[in-house]
DNA sequence: CGGTATCCTATTAGATACTG
DNA sequence: CAGTATCTAATAGGATACCG
């Protein structure tokens, strides 16, 4: 096989879940716009809760695509923005979620033809 | 907000968790490769089940990416493939997943750096 | 503000058995 | 061969409460 992801104990998979998994795309989605504070994150990625964004960051942080800037101000002030190879992660991820989203109208027309033959399960 | 996957209720979010997920990507590999029948595939995606793959196939033919041709043999011969919008979507998620996989070792030496100085939690 | 801890539910995935 | 049906186990996710 060509490769290794499609085995089930190669470590670039779970790297790979943390990208393209619900939250971590819509994350890198995010970050891929700029810096920004936990909060700011949160009313961007539409629907997240604090545990869930939380988990998120702390896995892409230690995958090293998520750069965490922590000031010891009191408020505290975090800022979280994509590192070198974040950004150019991202920018993959990006370019396929635009070309899926750039043919949707085929795949609702491919739903709809599929639906009518199936009768719609 | 740029695209609209980031919003919940867009309906690309679910052709893209399709295109993504566990099976789907890795269906959409094995498939990258060529045409196959169910149990060839089973071999070829390893460690999925039968349910997986059938809910999988069944999710990417729907999406009108992937083609089922059943000859109606006994015993039964099934042929699946990717149709022309599956491929240019396997395509690029395919350069996702190779550059994931060319810079794991950055990844691994990141999540070395993380989990020293966290304590490996 | 920027989280963590806890609890609880919903969804997903796997194993197994069975069918045309 | 190519699946479906059913049941159970694991995991993801949400709500809430609380802390530095």
């Avoid at 504070?37 to 809760?49: C, I």
């Avoid at 010891?72 to 993959?92: K, S, W």
Wanted: with cysteine.
């Amino acid at each position: 096989m060509a490769y290794d992801v499609f085995s089930r104990q190669c470590p670039s998979r779970s790297t790979l879940e943390h990208v393209t998994g619900r939250w971590g795309a819509l994350t890198l989605g995010a970050l891929h716009d700029g810096t920004f504070r936990f909060n700011e994150l949160r009313r961007r990625v539409d629907g997240v809760s604090e545990k869930m964004l939380s988990q998120t960051l702390h896995a892409l942080e230690r995958d090293g695509l998520v750069r965490r800037d922590a000031q010891p101000t009191n408020p505290p002030r975090v800022d979280y923005q994509l590192t070198p190879l974040g950004r150019e992660i991202a920018e993959r991820l990006m370019t396929l979620i635009r070309f899926v989203e750039d043919r949707q109208d085929e795949v609702g027309k491919a739903q709809e033809r599929y639906d009518a033959t199936r009768g719609a399960l």
